[in-house]
C-alpha cells in the first residue's frame, strides 16, 4: 500500500512537471508559423487571431495572444480542465522483448484530436448560433496540439518487463541528467533535450524577443526548402508515425533507464528536436493557412476589411 502510494505521488509529480515545460517549445512553433502567416497572407493571419483573441479573457494571455495561446491547452490542466488530456499523445507502443502482456488501445489521441479540430474549423455552412466559442477553441488547440505531435514522447510509449503498463511517454523512465527538473525522459525532451530554457506566458517584452530569436535560428538552421518534403506531408497519422521513429531510433535508442546522458545524446537530440520544430511550425502556418483560405469568404474579408 506504502509502495502504491509512492508510486502514485511519483507519477503525479512527473506529469505535473512535465505539464508545460514544452511551453518553450510550443510558443516557438506557433512563433515559426506567425512569422510566416504574416508573411503569406497577413488579412487571414488576422482573422484567426480575431478568432483566437475571443477567449483571451480565459487565458493568462496579454500582448501575444496568437502565439501564447499555444500553451492554453496545458494551462487548462492546471485548473483541472482535464477533459481533453487524452488528445495531448498516442500511446504506440515501443515494446521491448522481455515485455509480456497486454496493450490497451486509447480511443481519443493526438491524431485524432487535430482531426477533430480541423473538421470544427472546415465547417463553413452558417451556423445555427454564434460559434464563436467553438472556433476559438479550435484554433487553439490546433496550435498545441500540432506542437506535441513533433514530440517524439507524445507519440510512443515504452513497454518492457521494467514498465508493463508503459513509461507514460518516459515519464517514468529516470535519467541521470544534471538538470534535476529534466531527470525522467519526457522532461528532457519536452525541455527541447535542454535548449531554449523556461518561458512562461504572458510573455514580456523580452521574452517576446527571445522567443523571435529561437525561432529565427531555427529557421535558419532548417530553412523551409531544406524540410520540403516533409512539410508536404499533411496527414497527422504520418507525422506521429514520424515521431514514433524518432522515439525508437533517437529518443529511447539504447538507452536504458537510470542511465548517464552523454554529450553525444544531447548532440544527437537536439539536432533531431530542431528539425521536428522547424517542421512543426511550417506545417502549422500551412495547416492554418489552408484552414482560413476555406473559412473566411472574400465577403468575409471585405467586411472585416471595411470595419477595421
Ligand atoms: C489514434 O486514434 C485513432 C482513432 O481512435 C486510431 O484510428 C489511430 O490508430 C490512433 N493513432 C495513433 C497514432 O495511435
Ligand atoms: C459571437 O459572439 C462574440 C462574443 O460575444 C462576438 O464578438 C461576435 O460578434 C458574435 N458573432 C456574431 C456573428 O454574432
Ligand atoms: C504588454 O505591453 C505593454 C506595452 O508595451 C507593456 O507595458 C506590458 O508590460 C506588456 N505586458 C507584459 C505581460 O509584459
Ligand atoms: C489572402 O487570402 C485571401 C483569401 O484567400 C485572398 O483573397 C487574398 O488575395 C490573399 N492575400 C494575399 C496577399 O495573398
Redesign the pocket.
Known amino acids: 500500500m506504502k509502495g502504491a502510494i509512492f508510486t502514485l505521488i511519483l507519477v503525479l509529480a512527473c506529469i505535473s512537471s512535465s505539464y508545460a515545460f514544452w511551453s518553450t517549445g510550443h510558443m516557438i512553433i506557433s512563433r515559426i508559423a506567425y512569422e510566416q502567416l504574416k508573411e503569406k497572407n497577413e488579412t487571414l493571419y488576422n482573422l484567426i487571431e480575431e478568432d483566437i483573441k475571443l477567449l483571451q479573457e480565459f487565458s493568462v494571455e496579454?500582448?501575444h495572444s496568437f502565439v501564447e495561446a499555444a500553451i492554453w491547452a496545458d494551462d487548462n490542466k492546471e485548473i483541472a480542465f482535464n477533459q481533453f488530456t487524452e488528445w495531448h499523445y498516442a500511446n504506440t507502443p515501443v515494446i521491448l522483448p522481455d515485455f509480456e502482456g497486454e496493450i490497451l488501445s486509447q480511443p481519443q489521441n493526438v491524431t485524432w484530436g487535430i482531426n477533430e479540430m480541423v473538421k470544427t474549423l472546415s465547417y463553413t455552412k452558417t451556423p445555427k448560433f454564434n460559434n464563436s466559442l467553438a472556433l476559438s477553441f479550435s484554433w487553439r488547440y490546433l496550435l498545441h496540439l500540432i506542437g506535441d505531435i513533433h514530440q517524439p514522447l507524445h507519440a510512443s510509449t515504452m513497454f518492457s518487463a521494467q514498465f508493463p503498463d508503459g513509461d507514460m511517454g518516459g515519464n517514468l523512465f529516470m535519467i541521470d541528467y544534471e538538470a534535476e527538473d529534466m531527470n525522467n525522459l519526457h522532461s528532457l525532451w519536452d525541455a527541447s533535450v535542454d535548449q531554449y530554457g523556461s518561458i512562461w506566458a504572458?510573455?514580456?517584452?523580452d521574452e517576446w524577443t527571445s522567443i523571435g530569436e529561437f525561432a529565427d535560428s531555427i529557421m535558419k538552421m532548417y530553412p523551409r526548402e531544406s524540410v520540403q518534403a516533409r512539410v508536404d506531408i499533411t496527414d497527422p497519422r504520418v507525422w506521429a508515425k514520424e515521431s514514433f521513429n524518432l522515439a525508437k531510433e533517437v529518443v529511447y535508442s539504447d538507452l536504458k533507464s537510470g542511465d548517464k546522458i552523454t554529450p553525444e545524446y544531447l548532440k544527437i537530440g537536439r539536432k533531431a528536436v530542431n528539425e521536428q520544430l522547424a517542421v512543426g511550425g511550417y506545417r502549422l502556418a500551412d495547416a492554418l493557412l489552408n484552414l482560413a483560405q476555406k473559412r473566411y469568404s472574400e465577403s468575409i474579408i471585405k467586411q472585416k476589411l471595411q470595419s477595421s
Do not use: A, F, T
Open positions: 496579454v500582448n504572458p510573455l514580456s517584452d
